[in-house]
C-alpha cells in the first residue's frame, strides 16, 4: 500500500501532511463535528505564548508604536492657580514603555503683586523635557501607570503694560505623576494625570525662588492618539485558545 493511497480524512494522511491550518485547530466532540466557535481560536503561529490561565499574550500585537497627546492642566505658581496647556510625543522601548518629550506653557501670565520697581508684574513660565511613560496594564486597555519628566524651563517677569522684561532665568525640572488612562478605541484613550512639580535653580527674578515654582498638577489629557504595529487587535490577543488535536503518537504503514 503506497502512502499516497491513503485518504487525506485518515488520521494517517495527518502524520504526513504536516500541522493543521489554523482552521483546523478546533475542539471536536465524538462525532468529529467542531464544538468550539473559530472566533475563539488564534492564529497558529501564536504557538507557544499562552500563559498560565491559558490567555494568549502576544507581544507587540497591543504595542504602541508612537502616542500623541494635548492636555489641560491645573496647577499653581506662588500660591496661586494657574491653568497650562502642553502635549507631549512618546515612542514605545517596550509594549508597556515609552520614552518621548513633553512641554508645558501658561496660558495667561502670573501675577506678582509687586517687584523692585514697586509696581506689578506678570510672571510667565513655560518648561519641558525628557518624559518616561510606564503602565501596569496592557496597552489599548484602561488603567493606571506612572509618568516622569526630567527637563528644563524658562521664567520671565515682565510688566504688565509696556510689556518690558525685567528679568529672566532658567531652572531644572522634577515632575512624576500617577497617571489613569480609560480606552475609548484601540488608537485613543483620555488620560487623567496627578503630579508635583519640582522646580530648582532659580536665582535671579526678583521675589520669584524655586519654591515660588513648584506646585501640584492635575492634568486632562484628551485624546491621546496613537500609531499600533502591525499584528493582532488588543481583542484578539487575549482570546482562549483550543489546543491542537494531537496526532496518533505511531502508526505503522502497512507495506504493499
Same mark, same amino acid.
Given at each position: 500500500?503506497?502512502i499516497?493511497?491513503?485518504?487525506h480524512g485518515?488520521?494517517l494522511?495527518?502524520?504526513?501532511?504536516?500541522?493543521?491550518?489554523?482552521?483546523?485547530i478546533?475542539?471536536?466532540?465524538?462525532?468529529?463535528e467542531?464544538?468550539a466557535d473559530?472566533?475563539?481560536?488564534l492564529d497558529?503561529g501564536?504557538?507557544?505564548?499562552?500563559?498560565r490561565e491559558g490567555?494568549v499574550?502576544?507581544?507587540?500585537a497591543?504595542?504602541?508604536?508612537?502616542? $500623541?497627546? @494635548?492636555?489641560?492642566?491645573?496647577?499653581?505658581?506662588?500660591? +496661586?492657580g494657574?491653568?497650562?496647556l502642553g502635549g *507631549? !510625543?512618546?515612542?514605545?522601548?517596550?509594549?508597556?514603555?515609552a520614552v518621548g518629550?513633553a512641554?508645558?506653557?501658561?496660558?495667561?501670565?502670573?501675577?506678582i503683586?509687586?517687584?523692585?520697581?514697586?509696581?506689578?508684574?506678570?510672571?510667565?513660565?513655560?518648561y519641558?523635557?525628557?518624559v518616561?511613560?510606564?503602565?501596569f496594564s496592557?496597552p489599548?486597555?484602561?488603567?493606571l501607570?506612572?509618568?516622569?519628566?526630567l527637563g528644563?524651563?524658562?521664567?520671565k517677569?515682565?510688566l504688565?503694560?509696556?510689556?518690558?522684561?525685567?528679568?529672566a532665568?532658567?531652572?531644572?525640572i522634577?515632575?512624576?505623576?500617577?497617571?489613569?488612562?480609560l480606552a475609548?478605541?484601540?488608537?485613543?484613550e483620555?488620560r $487623567?494625570? @496627578?503630579g508635583y512639580r519640582?522646580?530648582?535653580?532659580?536665582? +535671579?527674578?526678583?521675589?520669584?525662588?524655586?519654591r *515660588? !515654582?513648584?506646585?501640584?498638577?492635575?492634568t486632562?489629557?484628551?485624546?491621546?492618539?496613537?500609531?499600533?504595529?502591525?499584528?493582532?487587535?488588543?481583542q484578539?490577543?487575549?482570546?482562549?485558545?483550543?489546543p491542537?488535536?494531537?496526532?496518533?503518537?505511531?502508526?505503522?504503514?502497512p507495506?504493499p
Amino acid at each position: 500500500m503506497d502512502i499516497h493511497d491513503v485518504g487525506h480524512g485518515s488520521e494517517l494522511a495527518n502524520v504526513f501532511e504536516g500541522p493543521p491550518s489554523p482552521d483546523a485547530i478546533l475542539h471536536r466532540d465524538e462525532e468529529g463535528e467542531p464544538d468550539a466557535d473559530e472566533d475563539d481560536i488564534l492564529d497558529a503561529g501564536l504557538d507557544g505564548l499562552e500563559d498560565r490561565e491559558g490567555v494568549v499574550d502576544y507581544p507587540g500585537a497591543e504595542d504602541e508604536a508612537a502616542l $500623541a497627546s @494635548v492636555g489641560v492642566r491645573v496647577t499653581s505658581f506662588r500660591g +496661586d492657580g494657574a491653568w497650562m496647556l502642553g502635549g *507631549s !510625543l512618546v515612542f514605545s522601548l517596550t509594549p508597556r514603555t515609552a520614552v518621548g518629550g513633553a512641554g508645558w506653557m501658561l496660558t495667561a501670565p502670573a501675577l506678582i503683586d509687586a517687584t523692585e520697581t514697586g509696581s506689578e508684574s506678570d510672571l510667565i513660565v513655560g518648561y519641558g523635557g525628557v518624559v518616561i511613560h510606564h503602565r501596569f496594564s496592557a496597552p489599548g486597555s484602561s488603567g493606571l501607570g506612572l509618568r516622569l519628566l526630567l527637563g528644563a524651563g524658562n521664567a520671565k517677569v515682565r510688566l504688565p503694560v509696556s510689556g518690558t522684561e525685567i528679568a529672566a532665568d532658567n531652572f531644572g525640572i522634577v515632575e512624576p505623576e500617577l497617571v489613569g488612562a480609560l480606552a475609548i478605541g484601540p488608537h485613543a484613550e483620555l488620560r $487623567a494625570q @496627578v503630579g508635583y512639580r519640582l522646580a530648582y535653580g532659580v536665582e +535671579d527674578l526678583p521675589q520669584v525662588t524655586s519654591r *515660588s !515654582l513648584r506646585g501640584a498638577t492635575f492634568t486632562l489629557v484628551f485624546p491621546s492618539v496613537g500609531s499600533r504595529r502591525g499584528g493582532a487587535t488588543p481583542q484578539q490577543a487575549r482570546r482562549v485558545r483550543a489546543p491542537r488535536p494531537t496526532p496518533p503518537r505511531s502508526q505503522a504503514c502497512p507495506r504493499p
